[in-house]
């Protein structure tokens, strides 16, 4: 193993990698709770409240025809994750204008500008499930052994959030425009994603169109842990293999676009 000048083992690639994604993730995560007192709270708080508005429109006002009891558990298990996705890509439209003398200055991989968001708010997600557990048991929900299928969702999810901020960050540099355009995007795809009703409550011909929106089988994962038949094999492998090739896609934006982004910002 080759050392350093002061006789200490060097790091590889990898390793080096690995450790500056940590330190930008945490640094995100310092930042972003340092000048809040409330902290940790406000990264439950907006879900929790929009789980409250839905929960009241659904339950309260209208007879609810969709989703599973208790529905507020229902909500929570695909708001929560959504979040994360939502905040994850609304934040990669800046992630190279905001940090634009420090992205031109270091040496780093520039993927490390667009994983650090997917990782502070993955940590955030993280650090909501204990909601999610606390209104299960208020609930009367069944924990069921398809729990186990959390970790694969957390890394479909990871590999799709990874995959749409890379195509999202280096595209926004050059068209301004789509910071716009891309939180239209997301407020149609909340809509048009299983968060506040299952899609075992679409028209049966639009369960295959469903099982494309890699969404569709990230949140069934998630919701099968408490409502079994939210499971569905189909939209888990299709919503798996959307997931990669949009890694894919991601990839291969951000290695033909970087060297034009370094030199517009």
């Known amino acids: ?11 590889s690639g990898a390793a080096r990698y690995r450790q500056t994604l940590w330190l930008l993730t945490s640094r995100d995560l310092k930042v972003r709770y340092s000048t809040s007192k409330l902290g940790y709270v406000w990264s439950i708080l907006d879900p929790l409240v929009m789980s409250g508005i839905y929960f009241f429109v659904f339950s309260v006002v209208f007879k609810r025809s969709v989703g599973d009891e208790p529905y507020i558990v229902f909500l929570l298990s695909g708001l929560l994750p959504w979040m994360w996705f939502n905040g994850a890509v609304s934040d990669s439209t800046r ?3 905001r940090e634009a003398k420090l992205v031109r200055s270091t040496k780093i991989p520039r993927t490390i500008w667009v994983f650090r968001l997917v990782g502070s708010k993955g940590i955030e997600f993280a650090l909501s499930l204990p909601v999610l557990a606390v209104f299960a048991v208020a609930g009367g929900a069944e924990l069921h052994w398809q729990v186990v299928f959390f970790p ?11 995959g749409v901020g890379l195509i999202v960050a280096p595209l926004v540099v050059f068209f301004r425009d789509l910071e716009r355009a891309t939180k239209l995007a997301l407020r149609f795809t909340f809509y048009a994603s299983p968060v506040i009703y299952g899609t075992q409550d679409l028209p049966d011909d639009l369960h295959l169109l469903a099982a494309f929106n890699p969404l569709s ?24 293999g959307v997931c990669l090739v949009v890694l894919a896609v991601g990839l291969l934006v951000f290695r033909a676009s970087e ?7």
Do not use: C, H, N, W
Not at 1 to 11: E, H, K, Q
Not at 259 to 265: D, S
């Open 259 to 265: 060297r034009a982004v370094l030199k517009e910002i």
């Open 1 to 11: 193993m080759s050392t350093d000048l002061a006789g200490r083992p060097r790091r």
């Open 95 to 97: 992630a190279f204008i």
């Open 217 to 240: 089988g990230i949140f069934g994962l998630y919701r099968s842990a408490f409502f079994p038949e939210q499971f569905d094999l189909t939209e888990v492998l299709v919503g798996g």
């Open 152 to 162: 694969l969702a957390m890394v479909m999810q990871t590999l799709l959030v990874a």
